[in-house]
């Protein structure tokens, strides 16, 4: 391969240092160390290898450490390799695997076309340009590049993973399923060869809910460059999307697994936890009560004032109407003054976005009444001329909390007679509603 080629990559592992880094943080620096290259394994006749005609020692670590999401341990073990391989276009290979887990299949096959105009009787990096058309939708492409690849003993795992692959993708069968599930369930694949099988089997037509859910769930179990707050979400959400096994969700995102993982660094599993707690306050008493103040409580917490999100996600699904009168409910007492205002009222009247904030994060009621209106709609009806953002602003953390201005306050704000709520809050209030 070009040197021109060859530096550019140094540079651009270098750049990424400490994105890497960061990325790998969350990995056991003590699982990293005991990554080894998977030996070929005997399948249904074959003797499968991964990358068989790329046989440099380091850059076949340097290929497993990323399958395993070691990203740093990988970027120490290539940028070694090549200060003293600087043309090496096996080496290239790897970097197309980086770009592929780091910026997507197309920047991946980019690299790869590069590499083939150069070195066309690249059998592996043929493969993993296969693999880039399949992640596309293009079979026909995938299959092309596929049977230009030389059978060969050991055979490659990856040519026979794409075949296996596009089977079922486009003829699913009980058989493919078997296939997929074994290879899903040996521990001696590569990291990334059982990830594909989990996908491929995940993406099966045909199959049933059970049947689903044993490939997410296995897929818990593989330990590879696919973040592991991704897999919880979905099994996460299966559980609570078929047959509203809340329960079953909130003990997933509860587990130890889950919390050795940081699956909760992810918003969207935040939101599924919180989903299940209210929905667990909801068997207590039909809306937030001293019983079920812990759950709600919980749930707040985890929402972080993003209970839009989640009354965006339930719209249109069984649970919205149980869910209906919790995220959008306070959980703390609210006095009221002479005028009837509570403090929250105050603050949003005051535009004192601080207190409007710290009072939210308390509890207070995002949709109480303030001056015979919603909290939001106090805000759209109040023509003081008041800086346009502290406005903007207020309608955003009441919107984060659960607020919602009724019909007759939006038709109002959609009045330019009525001053510019039309022009700084009716854009955002239409797109969150």
Same mark, same amino acid.
């Given at each position: 391969?070009?040197?021109?080629?060859?530096?550019?990559?140094?540079?651009?592992?270098?750049?990424?240092?400490?994105?890497?880094?960061?990325?790998?943080?969350?990995?056991?620096?003590?699982?990293?160390?005991?990554?080894?290259?998977?030996?070929?394994?005997?399948?249904?006749?074959?003797?499968?290898?991964?990358?068989?005609?790329?046989?440099?020692?380091?850059?076949?670590?340097?290929?497993?450490?990323?399958?395993?999401?070691?990203?740093?341990? &990988?970027?120490?073990? *290539?940028?070694?390799? =090549?200060?003293? #391989? !600087? @043309?090496?276009?096996? /080496?290239?290979?790897?970097? $197309?695997?980086?770009?592929?887990?780091?910026?997507?299949?197309?920047? &991946?096959?980019?690299? *790869?076309?590069?590499? =083939?105009?150069? #070195? !066309? @009787?690249?059998?592996? /990096?043929?493969?993993?340009? $296969?693999?880039?058309?399949?992640?596309?939708?293009?079979?026909?492409? &995938?299959?092309?590049? *596929?049977?230009?690849?030389?059978?060969?003993? !050991? @055979?490659?795992?990856?040519?026979?993973?794409?075949?296996?692959?596009?089977?079922?993708?486009?003829?699913?069968?009980?058989?493919?399923?078997?296939? *997929?599930?074994?290879?899903?369930?040996?521990?001696?694949?590569?990291?990334?060869?059982?990830?594909?099988?989990?996908?491929?089997?995940?993406?099966?037509?045909?199959?049933?809910?059970?049947?689903?859910?044993?490939?997410?769930?296995?897929?818990?179990?593989?330990?590879?460059?696919?973040?592991?707050?991704?897999?919880?979400?979905?099994?996460?959400?299966?559980?609570?999307?078929?047959?509203?096994?809340?329960?079953?969700?909130?003990?997933?995102?509860?587990?130890?697994?889950?919390?050795?993982?940081?699956?909760?660094?992810?918003?969207?599993?935040?939101?599924?936890?919180?989903?299940?707690?209210?929905?667990?306050?909801?068997?207590?008493?039909?809306?937030?009560?001293?019983?079920?103040?812990?759950?709600?409580?919980?749930?707040?917490?985890?929402?972080?004032?993003?209970?839009?999100?989640?009354?965006?996600?339930?719209?249109?699904?069984?649970?919205?109407?149980?869910?209906?009168?919790?995220?959008?409910?306070?959980?703390?007492?609210?006095?009221?003054?002479?005028?009837?205002?509570?403090?929250?009222?105050?603050?949003?009247?005051?535009?004192?976005?601080?207190?409007?904030?710290?009072?939210?994060?308390?509890?207070?009621?995002?949709?109480?009444?303030?001056?015979?209106?919603?909290?939001?709609?106090?805000?759209?009806?109040?023509?003081?001329?008041?800086?346009?953002?502290?406005?903007?602003?207020?309608?955003?953390?009441?919107?984060?909390?659960?607020?919602?201005?009724?019909?007759?306050?939006?038709?109002?704000?959609?009045?330019?007679?009525?001053?510019?709520?039309?022009?700084?809050?009716?854009?955002?209030?239409?797109?969150?509603?």
């Amino acid at each position: 391969m070009r040197s021109a080629l060859s530096i550019a990559f140094a540079i651009l592992l270098l750049g990424s240092g400490a994105t890497i880094q960061a990325a790998s943080a969350a990995r056991s620096p003590d699982r990293c160390a005991t990554v080894a290259v998977s030996a070929p394994q005997k399948f249904h006749g074959k003797l499968l290898e991964e990358i068989p005609d790329i046989r440099e020692p380091e850059l076949r670590l340097a290929n497993q450490l990323l399958s395993s999401g070691c990203f740093d341990q &990988a970027f120490g073990t *290539l940028t070694a390799y =090549l200060e003293r #391989h !600087p @043309e090496d276009p096996h /080496a290239m290979y790897v970097r $197309a695997r980086w770009n592929w887990i780091h910026e997507g299949s197309e920047m &991946a096959a980019l690299d *790869l076309q590069e590499l =083939l105009a150069a #070195h !066309p @009787e690249f059998a592996s /990096a043929k493969v993993l340009m $296969a693999g880039t058309r399949f992640a596309a939708d293009d079979y026909p492409g &995938a299959r092309q590049l *596929l049977d230009q690849v030389p059978e060969s003993s !050991p @055979e490659d795992l990856w040519l026979f993973l794409y075949r296996l692959k596009i089977k079922a993708a486009e003829h699913p069968s009980d058989a493919v399923r078997a296939q *997929l599930l074994e290879i899903l369930r040996n521990e001696a694949f590569p990291p990334n060869a059982r990830e594909s099988a989990a996908h491929s089997g995940i993406e099966m037509r045909g199959q049933r809910d059970d049947q689903l859910e044993e490939f997410l769930r296995l897929r818990l179990e593989v330990k590879s460059s696919v973040p592991s707050g991704c897999k919880f979400s979905m099994l996460a959400q299966h559980l609570s999307e078929k047959g509203g096994r809340y329960e079953q969700a909130r003990e997933l995102l509860e587990s130890q697994a889950a919390r050795e993982s940081q699956c909760l660094r992810e918003p969207f599993n935040r939101m599924l936890l919180a989903q299940a707690y209210l929905m667990a306050a909801a068997r207590v008493a039909p809306a937030p009560t001293a019983a079920n103040a812990e759950l709600v409580g919980k749930a707040r917490k985890l929402l972080e004032g993003q209970s839009l999100a989640l009354r965006k996600y339930v719209r249109g699904k069984p649970q919205a109407a149980t869910l209906r009168p919790f995220p959008n409910a306070n959980t703390i007492a609210e006095p009221v003054d002479e005028q009837g205002r509570t403090e929250l009222c105050r603050a949003v009247r005051a535009r004192t976005l601080s207190e409007v904030s710290l009072l939210l994060q308390k509890g207070a009621n995002p949709n109480g009444s303030c001056d015979h209106h919603t909290m939001i709609g106090q805000v759209i009806y109040d023509d003081t001329p008041d800086p346009q953002q502290q406005r903007f602003w207020t309608v955003t953390f009441l919107v984060g909390y659960g607020g919602e201005p009724t019909a007759d306050e939006m038709d109002h704000c959609r009045q330019r007679k009525y001053g510019n709520c039309s022009e700084v809050l009716l854009p955002y209030l239409e797109e969150q509603m």
